[in-house]
Structure formats: structure tokens, C-alpha cells
């Protein structure tokens, strides 16, 4: 029997709407349902578009609707349906009929998606004019979320971020110059076929004209590159690593900076932490495919009395959990999830492990502070607040940014993901 493609996307858009499942773990329970990657790749594309577009795609259904869908297997089949229409190259009749059919044995739930979807074809033009009205549904990013966005970097911003949060993100390689340099291994993409080029404003970024399967990239078990936005490639650079450091690197999991401070520096004692069990276990499969080697440690980032060993660190990078609103571009279900009151307990775990955090740093030490978020509350207010409790802290300042303290990329800043960074210089208080 044959699996109905729609059905699936609406499965796996329930659990994201109903279950606040993440995307990716949603699409990890449903795609082995189907048996082709060309089914699979269908369901991703609807389910990432679906997210992307949700709050414009919920608005335009409010408009065609006398009441609101009880079913939230059905409502998602509605957005599937919409979606379709608006922004793939399906054939009209193949989208409507398809997800009419996915309704499977709901009779009221047939005519009513069959209605509706009708209805859209015929009053596109009049939905569409009243869509772009609303800035939800214009931008397509909850209510929230533009006002916080806005009020942080003001309207020219704000329009820009909304609009690369809404585009396919770029795939981007961080080569690993421990194996090859980055001309040699653009060299290498090039004999396969593969277009990519360097990213200027990154010494170890490649950046690919269209996303590929990492098993196609050349050398990748061994090692060579790894997948990593640009904005993330900064931080090993920014921790100034030197021989025979002790590095920390609190938050460490899936390890794509850790990584990173071992490649650049493989002669530092590096420990990572993070609180997450199976997150870490991903760390020790990513550290084994480029040979690499580090202290893992699970545990609670802001009690160092039950993991530390008391020796100071010479580097501490705090990756802290955050809003990720700097990625909604690869990860567009955030705007569904994420809510307004999440940024209360963010920022105060954020401030508590990097107070934990400095207690481990040693006298002129050097302590990263990154986050995957663009919003002022977790990024440059944080560090304000820091350096006004903390005199032994110094920041080392950023040219050229729109942060007060620390470095503040926007999303799309070099076709980057959001990101910030913030470098501390724990001094001596007797010299001050
Ligand atoms: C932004 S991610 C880290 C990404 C990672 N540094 C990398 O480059 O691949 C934040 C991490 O913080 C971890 N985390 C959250 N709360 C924590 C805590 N109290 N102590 C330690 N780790 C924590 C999460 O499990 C998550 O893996």
C-alpha cells in the first residue's frame, strides 16, 4: 500500500504543534514510515515550509474558515494543503487532490479541506492583499517575537533578519586544517563537482552553491570538514589558544567547537561539559570521526563542585543555552515553540554558568561568551551586568558592531546565522 506523503507531513506537524516536539526529532519518528528518498525529501520540504511559513499560513486559513479546526490532524493537513499551493511546484490538481485523500476515512473533514483548498485558488488574490496587512502573517514570525526583535535593533533590521530567518539557510564546512588547507579541499570539492567557494570573511569556511549528503563529501569520515555556519567558526579563534593551555568549554555539546579548539590547537588539555547525557554522546562520535580527544564530562555547568578538580583554566568558552533565534533559519520550528516567558529562566541560567564559569579562569585568563541568539537580554545586557558585579572582569572590545559590549552578528550579517560573542579578561585585583 501505498503511503500518502500529505499524511505523514501532517503527522509529523502535529507533534510539533501538539507534542512541542522539535522538528528534527519529529521527522526522526515519522520518516522511516516512508521508503523512498525522494517521499522523504517530499515530507521534509512540506513539513520545514510548513514551519517556516506557520504564521502567515494560519492566518490565511482564518480567513477562509467560518470556525476554527478542532482536529489538529486535519488543521495541519489544511496547512499542508496551503502551503503546497503557495509555495511549491506541485500541480494544483495533484496538491488538492492528495491531501483531500490524506483526510482518509473523515468524510466531514473531505469536503472540508476540499472546500477550503477550492475557496484559496479562488480568492488567492483578495486572502493574499489581506495577509500582508498583518505583520505575524507578513513576516511570518509570532507577535512576540517582531516586537522584541524590533524594539533590540529597530525596523531596517528587524525586516532583514525576519527575511533571511524565512530563507534556506547556506551549508557551510569548516575545514579542518590539521588534514588539508582550505584551497586543497576546494580543490578536491571541485573534482567531484561540487561548486563551493571560500568565505571571505573566515579563514577555515567553504561555503556550497547547493546543500549535498555529507556521506558526498570528500574524505568526510576521516575527518576533513565538518558542517558548521560561519558565525560558530569564530569562536576557537576568538579563545586565542596557545600550548599547553587548559581549556574548558562549558556547554560543549554536539562538540562543534570543540572540535574546532582541538583542530586548531591540538596541544591544549581540553575538558568539555555538558548536562545532557545523549547530547554528549553525540560529542564522543563527533570527536572520534576526526581522531580528536577531550576530558567529557556530564554535569550541571553552574555546580563545578560536583565535576571540577580545582585546577584553573588558561581558556573557558560558555556556548550557554539560549533562545537560538539567531538559526530560525535552519531551524524555523522555533518560532512556533519558543515562547516569550522562555527568556526569564535563559537568561538567569546564562548568568549563573558564566558566573560558574568564572570562578574557574584563571588570573589573565580569557573567557568566550557565545550564544546563538540575537537578542540584547542574553547577549550584550548579560555582559553589561557581568562587568558591573565583577571588577576583576574586563572586556576585550570589538570594533565595528552594533553591540554596546561584545560582538553582535545579525542574522544574514556575511550570510551568517546570528550570533554573539563577548571576550572577558579575568586581571588582577591587587594591580588595578
Ligand atoms: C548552544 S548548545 C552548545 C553547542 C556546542 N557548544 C557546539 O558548538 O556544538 C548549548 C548546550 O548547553 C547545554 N546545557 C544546558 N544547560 C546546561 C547546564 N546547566 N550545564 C551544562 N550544560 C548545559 C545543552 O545541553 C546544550 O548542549
Redesign the pocket.
Known amino acids: 500500500m501505498t503511503i500518502n506523503t500529505r499524511l505523514i507531513a501532517a503527522q509529523t506537524l502535529v507533534r510539533v504543534l501538539d507534542k512541542g516536539q522539535s522538528l528534527t526529532v519529529a521527522l526522526e519518528q515519522t520518516l522511516p514510515a516512508l521508503e523512498t528518498s525522494q517521499d522523504k525529501a517530499f515530507v521534509q520540504a512540506v513539513c520545514y515550509g510548513v514551519c517556516r511559513y506557520y504564521h502567515r499560513l494560519q492566518f490565511v486559513l482564518l480567513q477562509l474558515l467560518d470556525k476554527p479546526i478542532k482536529d489538529v490532524e486535519i488543521y495541519a493537513l489544511a496547512l499542508v494543503g496551503l502551503y503546497q499551493l503557495d509555495f511549491m511546484r506541485v500541480k494544483t490538481h495533484a496538491a488538492v487532490s492528495e491531501t483531500v485523500a490524506a483526510t482518509r476515512k473523515k468524510s466531514w473533514a473531505k469536503n472540508l479541506i476540499n472546500a477550503l483548498l477550492r475557496r484559496y485558488l479562488r480568492e488567492q488574490e483578495s486572502v493574499k492583499v489581506q495577509t500582508n496587512l498583518d505583520s505575524s502573517a507578513l513576516h511570518s514570525h509570532p507577535k512576540w517575537l517582531i516586537s522584541r526583535i524590533t524594539n533590540d535593533w529597530g525596523d531596517e533590521n528587524a525586516g532583514r533578519i525576519f527575511q533571511t530567518n524565512n530563507e534556506f539557510p547556506p551549508m557551510i564546512l569548516r575545514v579542518n586544517f590539521q588534514q588539508s588547507t582550505r584551497e586543497n579541499y576546494l580543490q578536491q570539492l571541485n573534482e567531484l563537482n561540487i561548486e563551493a567557494e571560500a568565505v571571505d570573511v573566515c579563514a577555515s569556511a567553504i561555503r556550497l552553491t547547493k546543500p549535498v549528503a555529507v556521506a558526498s563529501l570528500p574524505n568526510f569520515e576521516k575527518g576533513a570538514v565538518s558542517v558548521?555556519d560561519t558565525a560558530?567558526q569564530f569562536?576557537a579563534g576568538l579563545l586565542d589558544l596557545k600550548s599547553g593551555q587548559r581549556v574548558l568549554?562549558?556547554?560543549?555539546?554536539?562538540?562543534?567547537?570543540?572540535a574546532h579548539i582541538l583542530e586548531s590547537q591540538p596541544n591544549v588539555e581540553c575538558v568539555a561539559?555538558?548536562?545532557?547525557a545523549t547530547?554528549m554522546l553525540r560529542v564522543e562520535t563527533n570527536l572520534q570521526r576526526l581522531n580528536l580527544s577531550a576530558t567529557l564530562i556530564v554535569?550541571?555547568?553552574?555546580q563545578p563542585e560536583k565535576w571540577w578538580d580545582g585546577k584553573l583554566f588558561d581558556r573557558i568558552?560558555v556556548?550557554?543555552?539560549?533562545s537560538?533565534l539567531g538559526v530560525i533559519r535552519r531551524h524555523p520550528d522555533i518560532k512556533m515553540l519558543r515562547r516569550a516567558d522562555d527568556l526569564i529562566a535563559l537568561s538567569s541560567?546564562q548568568f549563573?554558568?558564566l558566573k560558574a564559569a568564572w570562578s574557574m579562569l584563571v588570573e589573565g585568563g580569557l573567557l568566550v561568551y557565545?550564544?546563538?541568539s540575537i537578542l540584547k537580554a542574553e547577549n550584550e545586557d548579560q555582559i553589561a551586568q557581568f562587568l558591573a558585579e565583577n571588577t576583576d572582569a574586563q572586556e576585550i572590545p570589538f570594533d565595528k558592531n552594533p553591540a554596546k559590549y561584545g560582538w553582535q552578528i545579525l542574522t544574514g550579517d556575511n550570510d551568517c546565522d546570528g550570533f554573539y560573542y563577548a571576550r572577558l579578561h579575568k586581571v588582577s585585583l591587587s594591580v588595578q
Not at 568549554?249 to 570543540?258: E, N
Not at 561539559?273 to 545532557?276: E, G, H
Not at 556556548?319 to 539560549?322: E, I, K, N, R, T
Open positions: 558548521q560558530a569562536a568549554d562549558l556547554c560543549a555539546a554536539p562538540a562543534g567547537k570543540t561539559v555538558d548536562i545532557d547530547r554535569s550541571d555547568a553552574t568558552l556556548d550557554a543555552p539560549c537560538a541560567l549563573a554558568i557565545a550564544t546563538c
